[in-house]
Nanobody
Framework: QVQLVESGGGLVQPGGSLGLSCAASGSIFSINTMAWYRRAPGKQRELVAVITSGGRTNYADSVKGRFTISRDNAKNTVYLQMNSLKPEDTAVYYC?????????????WGQGTQVTVSS
């Protein structure tokens, strides 16, 4: 079994910054793709950023140039640095990880962390 623990959400003013982290623990042989999603009130969940095991990244157009995804493979952790935050970035942010364990690859979700951008 694998557990994902997210941290770092909170309240920030427009233009401010926040950093999120998501640490995976448990029966892990390796981790493939790691990603961050978000769900804003009244909207569908959307992909924010993704990073492959080789470090290649991709971002939603709405966050390009403001958000940075990174990972620490030694710590099985993915990060999301969010700068120049806007009210429309308000959402619950979820990490998503593809883990190779004893029974092959499985996909896991974090519990979600609230990010609120408001003055």
């Amino acid at each position: 079994q694998v557990q994902l623990v997210e941290s770092g959400g909170g309240l920030v003013q427009p233009g401010g910054s926040l950093g999120l982290s998501c640490a995976a623990s448990g029966s892990i042989f390796s981790i493939n793709t790691m990603a961050w999603y978000r769900r804003a009130p009244g909207k569908q969940r959307e992909l924010v950023a993704v990073i492959t095991s080789g470090g290649r990244t991709n971002y939603a157009d709405s966050v390009k140039g403001r958000f940075t995804i990174s990972r620490d493979n030694a710590k099985n952790t993915v990060y999301l640095q969010m700068n120049s935050l806007k009210p429309e970035d308000t959402a619950v942010y979820y990490c998503n990880v593809d883990v190779r364990g004893s029974s092959g690859y499985r996909n896991y979700w974090g519990q979600g962390t609230q990010v609120t951008v408001s003055s």
